[in-house]
């Protein structure tokens, strides 16, 4: 009967096969045993999922979906992401954390209590909410993406911890001056870069010779967060930095020399993880714990006290809102201190009420 669907024998197969049908499409699947009896509650169950679809009161996964993998939904995110330009290293280290750990389970079957459990692995394991957080989104985007292009029905929850961890490094001068010295040299024009601009790692690791001018650096929106190009003047130590890249572009390989495409490389090739090297010159500059992010803060900073519109900063840095700019512009206890002495210094001249006092209209 067609309502109940049927079970059946199939050529060349051990298991019983079993049909049944949903909005007039016939699905067919192995029941995955040879015992009829077996097989008959098998076909029962997926009639009553089918059931349960009819009456609005749950979606029916179907075979398909059952069959379908974390890895397999996190190989579409990549490819999302690679088509628009967004596969940093990052991005794709956070991917092979998650494929190790749920790569070979069936997306239908991650629970949010599993989820749970992995997140308070990783906060025991001292990582912090914001650390958690990153490596957990990309879960959380595969889920959607497979939902968008329905593939799927449902995701589990994926929480979002709370971070009260904001940063607040910065460099002063001096500090960053002796960290530049000691580290590898092709990361030397890289960190002086970031620390005269104030731009991200990322932005920067993509520059490339056919984005310099004459007069500017250029860098296309895919790289920004904002989505909007940005571009620097080639001035003051600028001028300097991609006078000496000029110089370094040219690299020998075993075929002959050949020029470099990025303005910032590595033997030719692109910078990559720079964080072993940065732990290390940090260290032995005796700022353990600095981070490259740091570098955004440290300018933002820098163009304040050198009375830098605020606007200009702004576009230096590539930040469409003041709100987001100001998270970058750190005060440190001395300008508070420094604030307090002048409102002190205004208060011990503040004209007395009698001096202050409007004379009285003539009549």
């Known amino acids: 009967m067609r309502g109940n669907g049927r079970i059946f024998a199939r050529k060349n197969s051990s298991h019983l096969w ?3 049908y949903l909005r007039n499409k016939e699905y067919r699947e192995s029941t995955k045993t040879s015992d009829p009896k077996k097989a008959a509650r098998f076909l029962k169950r997926r009639t009553e999922e089918v059931g349960a679809d009819k009456i609005g009161a749950r979606p029916f996964a179907g075979p398909r979906q059952e069959r379908l993998t974390i890895d397999e939904l996190l190989d579409a995110l990549r490819n999302d992401y690679e088509l628009r330009g967004k596969a940093t290293q ?6 092979k954390r998650l494929r190790a750990h749920f790569g070979a389970m069936r997306a239908t079957q991650l629970s949010s209590e599993t989820v749970d459990l992995y997140v308070k692995e990783q906060l025991d394991n001292g990582y912090k909410p914001a650390t958690v ?13 497979a939902i968008e292009r329905k593939h799927l029905h449902s995701a589990p929850s994926i ?5 009260d961890n904001v940063r607040q490094g910065y ?12 580290l590898p040299e092709y990361l030397q024009d890289f960190a002086l870069y970031a620390y005269c601009t104030g731009w991200c790692k990322n932005g920067i690791a993509n520059l490339r010779w056919e984005q310099v001018s004459q007069e500017v650096i250029f860098l296309p929106a895919k790289y920004w967060k904002n989505r909007k190009p940005q571009t620097i003047p080639i001035a003051g130590e600028i001028a300097d930095i991609v006078a000496r890249r000029r110089a370094a572009r040219a690299v020998t390989t075993k075929d002959g020399v050949t020029l470099s495409e990025f303005l910032f490389h590595r033997d030719g090739k692109p910078i990559g993880d720079i964080r072993k090297a940065w732990k290390t010159a940090c260290e032995l500059a005796g700022i353990p714990g600095r981070l490259f992010h740091d570098l955004c803060r440290t300018f933002a900073r820098n163009a304040d006290r050198a009375g830098v519109k605020r606007s200009v900063a702004m576009e230096c840095r590539g930040r469409k809102t003041e709100s987001i700019y100001l998270r970058y512009r750190i005060v440190d206890e001395g300008e508070k201190a420094d604030a307090l002495v002048q409102v002190q210094e205004y208060l011990r001249n503040e004209p007395s009420e009698r ?9």
């Open 90 to 95: 990052q991005f794709c280290s956070h991917l």
């Open 171 to 182: 460099f002063e001068g001096g500090e960053f001056r002796r960290l530049v010295s000691l």
């Open 159 to 163: 929480r979002h911890l709370s971070e």
């Open 355 to 363: 001096d202050r006092a409007v004379p009285s209209r003539v009549q």
């Open 18 to 20: 079993c049909a049944y």
């Open 133 to 145: 957080n990153r490596r957990m989104q990309p879960l959380k985007q595969a889920y959607a993406l």
